[in-house]
């Protein structure tokens, strides 16, 4: 089998390849919108903690 055997994949090559593809680019969104999420979360309990005067602590 030679490798452009392989990437073929006996002509389902695109659907096999594109579809790791998207599912690649999914979990990489995923992490991205994961990351932002808690960005926004520790900006607002930074927010919240400033108005109280308390200290509110979290894990970086």
């Known amino acids: 089998m030679s490798w452009s ?3 073929a ?3 389902y090559g695109a659907y096999v390849w594109g579809s790791y593809g998207v ?3 999914l979990m990489l ?3 991205w919108r994961v990351r ?3 960005r926004t979360i520790l900006h ?3 927010r919240i ?3 109280s005067g308390r200290r509110v ?3 970086a």
């Open 44 to 46: 607002r309990l930074g």
């Open 49 to 51: 903690q400033r108005r």
């Open 36 to 38: 932002q999420r808690r």
């Open 5 to 7: 055997e392989f990437w």
């Open 57 to 59: 602590e979290h894990e």
């Open 9 to 11: 994949m006996g002509g």
């Open 23 to 25: 599912a690649l680019l």
């Open 29 to 31: 969104m995923e992490v």
